[in-house]
């Protein structure tokens, strides 16, 4: 059974998830350095409007990701991520609504994302869960996705 709870950025599980989502984007892209621009930090995710997520199953931290505020009533989803071994069964697409519910529960009526061009699974996933292309941005060799969702109520 799949635990979703809501805990710290900061937290052992969180860490190491991150960890491991930065991890796959340097093997994906050699010589990538993460950026607080890019990803955010642990403060991005608390506060009003603002949630971190892990899922657990029996007890093993599978996925994580975060949602904060960037305007009124506009957040952001940012470091979603699911193991590798645990890809496939629906985890990031419940990961994602959760993140969604939170959101529209804390008022905002839009969410948007950035994801890069390598990363072929979180887009399809976000594709399919109705997020519009709202800009790219090429940069240091690689091609990234604004993306973003209007909220229904």
Known sequence: MIEVRREAPDAPAGCELFA???ELVRERLPGYTPTEAIHGDEAA???PGA????????GAPLAC???RTLAPGVGEIKRMFVRPRARGRGLGRRLLAELEAIARAAG????????????AEARALYDSAGYELASTHEEDGRRDFWLQKRLGG
């Open 20 to 22: 491991a989502y930065l």
């Open 45 to 47: 995710f608390r506060g």
């Open 65 to 67: 990701g975060g949602l």
């Open 108 to 119: 905002l009526a839009e969410v948007r994302l950035y994801t890069t061009e390598v990363l």
């Open 51 to 58: 949630a971190w997520l892990v899922l657990y199953e029996d």
